[in-house]
């Protein structure tokens, strides 16, 4: 316990807390709104857009994981601040689909959406601080990191007075001002109280944005009848983000579980921590919206809607986003097995330079049969994987159970 009881303090063998999942909740739907933000006109420049807000969504959502793992969200101060927090969360989100183009009417936009950004990121720094109390080496690194959340949301500020073609640009650099700064001012003084916790809640929000993949599958096909073609194309749609979810937690989960509990140096887990988790883990979950977006495209085809059909070809930039947002994942992935001191996976960049190559192709083919061949290429991968590894897999899930308390 510490101030007074204003907050409590994480334990090594700590669980995320039932206040944190509900808090992620927000999450699935601001991840939600990024994808009907891409899909209004999928086009080079909206689909940045989404990829700029999915970051800025992120960032706030990484740090309150810290913060989590330091404190317990469902304990005295924090827990009422949390729920202050989950609102303008949800606001943020809300503000989504006119971050960058303001509709007639109502209040601005990207100014909306700014402004819950700062109230989220405000609160965070005040609640670590008091949470910091009694901690040097803590607290002179939030001092030093402070200038990096100032001066990002400031630059966000500016973009959303200034908008029109600049806003993109301009928020960019506000992530490279926060993000940037974060692994520029080093580790040293950052805590990873519970290694358990910090890797579960990273699984969690995988979880999240596999969900939230499969509700783009039931949105997609929307109120059509029921229909032979239909009924595959779901089928093929949970066995793609089925095969996302093994690759990610069949062994790697684990094994980056377990490096991360066994890196006792203070300073050398928490650079791993954030390496890993906090910045790598965004590519991770960028590549799952984006196939998102491709599966909600293919469903809209497949779903027969403005008179498409499953045999009909995709065209463009809405044809290669399934393919190559699965391609984005799995380089994501094989960057977090490298941090981790994994070997370089070949299978799996043999897999993405297939997707990556293969985009362009899927138009030569009716939009079922494109989601087909992505989702055989997956297939493969995690059969060719689980044959070619089975001791080791074996090995890796029988620690697991030995490390999980009975």
């Not at 793609?240 to 979810?245: E, I, S």
């Not at 910045?279 to 809209?300: D, N, Q, R, S, W």
């Not at 977090?336 to 299978?347: A, S």
Request: some cysteine; glycine content about 10%; proline content about 5%.
């Amino acid at each position: 316990m510490s101030g007074s009881r204003r907050v409590t303090l994480m334990n090594e063998s700590a669980s995320v807390t039932p206040l944190e999942l509900f808090f992620d909740l927000v999450f699935v739907y601001a991840f939600t709104q990024v994808t009907a933000l891409m899909a209004t006109d999928v086009s080079v420049e909206v689909v940045a857009h989404g990829l700029v807000v999915l970051a800025l969504v992120w960032w706030p959502w990484v740090g309150y994981c810290w913060l989590g793992n330091f404190v317990r969200a469902d304990e005295g101060l924090m827990r009422y601040v949390f729920l202050v927090v989950m609102a303008a969360m949800f606001v943020l989100a809300l503000a989504v689909p006119e971050s960058f183009d303001d509709e007639p009417g109502g209040l601005d936009g990207p100014l909306v959406f700014v402004a819950c950004y700062v109230v989220v990121r405000l609160a965070h720094l005040l609640l670590f601080a008091v949470a910091g109390r009694g901690d040097p080496a803590l607290v002179r690194q939030l001092v030093i990191w402070t200038p990096t959340v100032l001066g990002g949301s400031a630059v966000l500020l500016v973009g959303a007075l200034v908008g029109g073609p600049w806003q993109l640009p301009i928020w960019g650099l506000a992530l490279v001002v926060d993000l940037g700064g974060t692994r520029a001012i080093g580790a040293s003084g950052w805590r990873v109280q519970s290694p358990g916790h910090f890797s579960e809640r990273h699984g969690l929000v995988v979880i999240i944005a596999l969900g939230e993949s499969i509700v783009a599958i039931g949105v997609g096909i929307g109120a059509v009848s029921i229909s032979v073609p239909v009924m595959v194309a779901a089928a093929l749609g949970i066995l793609l983000v089925g095969t996302l979810w093994w690759v990610y937690f069949d062994v790697t989960a684990l094994v980056a579980e377990h490096r991360l509990a066994d890196t006792t140096d203070r300073e050398q887990r928490s650079a791993l921590a954030r390496d890993a988790y906090s910045l790598l883990h965004l590519p991770l979950i960028a590549g799952i919206v984006t196939m998102a977006l491709g599966l909600k495209k293919v469903f809209e085809y497949i779903g027969g809607e403005e008179n498409h059909s499953w045999s009909d070809h995709q065209s463009g930039l809405a044809a290669y986003v399934l393919p190559w947002g699965v391609a984005l994942f799995l380089l994501a992935h094989v960057a977090f097995r490298r941090r981790m001191g994994e070997p370089v996976p070949v299978p799996g960049l043999a897999a993405a330079g297939v997707l990556v190559v293969g985009g362009p192709l899927v138009t030569l083919l009716p939009a079922l049969v494109a989601l087909a061949a992505v989702a055989a290429v997956m297939v493969v991968l995690v059969g060719y994987e689980t044959a070619t590894q089975q001791e080791r897999r074996e090995e890796v899930r029988g620690s697991a159970r030995e490390r999980t308390p009975a």
